[in-house]
């Protein structure tokens, strides 16, 4: 019989934070620029400049640790992480060891056996390291310093997880969560948030960890998945042959859906860490810790069970609605513009994803305005046209974000509510079909609706389909 094994996982997980200047600098943390255009003598490490702690940074880590339910250490220091690497201008690294800004907390997941706490060992804030750039034409590395002193957090998690689902679920969750407070955008496509993956197998049933191994270089969920999966089998494989797990890290190559060994313990760096002594220790008061408690934002739980109770939202919608900060606004200020909740849940629950799936994009990438969405909401509500035309201009609005009202009046596509000019369209639809009407008093009820379908196509989509009913019926039965 084939011994069972037990997944153990923990995750080091990156973020950028999103202030507009560096940790310890002016410089600016925007995303792309030309090689070397932000940057200073600071952030380059130029012998006798001195580092000046962004105030901000510690305000988004605070944020971040009292929403991850984390006790504050309010006496915390700065660290040099020292070692050499061409990206690393100063040849060590300002980071936290001894005295991290935040410890011991928890954020709760889903999980298909009910809820989950996973916990938080530590958030501390650290300087990123600068970029190499390989040009293999020119068979060099070049380095860029743009990312250098960019503030990070690294949240260090407790090894609580089993499988690749709760690692994806903690991921979503502190993703999530961090966007809410404007702490980071947490785009992993660019970076701003990054995980490194320790994980060790052990026979199921006992308490002892296995060898654990370090993965770097994950820069999507579904590469997450894959390699949680990947060095899983590898180390039960290696088990199961009898031989040992060796500690080393790891580097997953996701188009190859491998790893290969970067590092091992055995010639891992001894950082020899000690206090910065350029940087003054960081005092938080009471009062900092209660006025950055104070303006924390509503989080998803609270406005999903908002939306259920305030809007009466069914609650799979209300989740959709609140999986992402641009459309949980959206729906609310559009909401506030029209007073229609059901209306715009239903527009963004309904069209707005179709259209997104077609397009290949994400909430984010969401660029028309709370404004036109009410006044197409207006429009549809107040009779000036009907639902199939509002699809129509609305797919404008998704990509062009067109006044509906302007587009509307300029394509000649108010609905036609003309009785009279209705009623001759339908007679003459009704002479020309006499099979159909033959059909209806037959009592094939499918016959009206070819007549109510051929008055709407010579009206142009623009009647009431209301009102041809209740027309083609009263001609149909005279």
Excluded at 313 to 327: C, F, G, K, N
Excluded at 465 to 472: A, D, K, S, T
Aim: charged share 30%; aromatic share 8%; hydrophobic share 35%.
């Amino acid at each position: 019989m084939s011994r069972q094994y037990e997944t153990v996982i923990g995750l080091e997980v990156h973020v950028e934070l999103a202030t507009k200047t560096k940790i310890f600098c002016g410089c600016s943390t925007e995303f792309g620029g030309a090689p070397n255009t932000h940057t200073c003598p600071v952030c380059t490490g130029m012998p006798g400049s001195l580092p000046v702690l962004n105030r901000q940074v510690v305000e988004y880590a605070l944020a971040v640790g009292l929403a991850a339910n984390c006790q504050i250490n309010q006496y915390c220091k700065f660290d040099r992480k020292n070692y050499f690497y061409p990206d690393n201008p100063q040849n060590y690294q300002i980071s936290q060891l001894y005295l991290p800004i935040c410890h011991d907390g928890w954020v709760e997941i889903d999980t298909a056996a009910g809820k989950k706490k996973i916990g938080i060992h530590e958030i501390h804030m650290e300087e990123d390291a600068g970029k190499l750039v390989h040009d293999e034409w020119e068979d060099c590395s070049l380095v860029d310093y743009n990312r250098s002193g960019v503030p990070l957090i690294e949240i260090v998690s407790e090894p609580d997880m089993r499988n690749a689902d709760e690692v994806i679920a903690y991921l979503e969750k502190l993703r999530l969560m961090i966007q809410y407070l404007g702490a980071s955008d947490c785009k992993l496509q660019e970076g701003s948030m990054r995980a490194d993956v320790n994980l060790s197998v052990r026979e199921a049933g006992t308490s002892q960890l296995g060898t654990r191994t370090e993965m770097k270089n994950l820069n999507s969920f579904k590469a997450i998945a894959r390699a949680i999966e990947g060095e899983r089998k590898r180390q039960i494989e290696l088990l199961e042959e009898g031989k040992k797990v060796i500690q080393e890290t790891r580097r997953w190559d996701d188009n190859k859906e491998s790893s290969y060994a970067m590092r091992s313990k055995e010639d891992a760096q001894d950082y020899r860490y000690f206090p910065d002594p350029d940087l003054v220790p960081v005092v938080i008061s009471d009062q900092w810790i209660q006025e950055i408690r104070s303006r924390q934002p509503e989080m998803q739980p609270e406005k999903m069970a908002r939306y259920q109770e305030e809007f009466q939202i069914p609650e799979y919608d209300a989740r959709i609605l609140t999986s992402t900060v641009h459309m949980a606004e959206l729906f609310e200020k559009t909401t506030g513009l029209c007073g229609k909740p059901k209306e715009v849940s239903n527009w963004l629950m309904v069209e707005t994803m179709r259209l997104l799936k077609e397009h290949e994009q994400t909430p984010e990438d969401l660029c028309f305005s709370p404004e036109n969405l009410a006044k197409l909401i207006g429009l549809v509500a107040g009779g000036a046209i009907n639902r199939t035309v509002a699809k129509t201009v609305f797919e404008r609005i998704f990509k062009e974000d067109v006044d509906p009202e302007k587009y509307v009046e300029e394509n000649g596509l108010k609905m036609v509510n003309d009785q009279e000019a209705l009623q001759k369209t339908i007679e003459e639809i009704i002479a020309a079909n006499p099979q159909s009407v033959e059909d209806y008093k037959n009592g094939k009820e499918k016959a009206m609706g070819y007549l109510v379908g051929q008055t709407m196509r010579a009206m142009k989509g623009k009647a009431d389909p209301g009102l041809v009913n209740r027309i083609v019926k009263e001609c149909l039965t005279k």
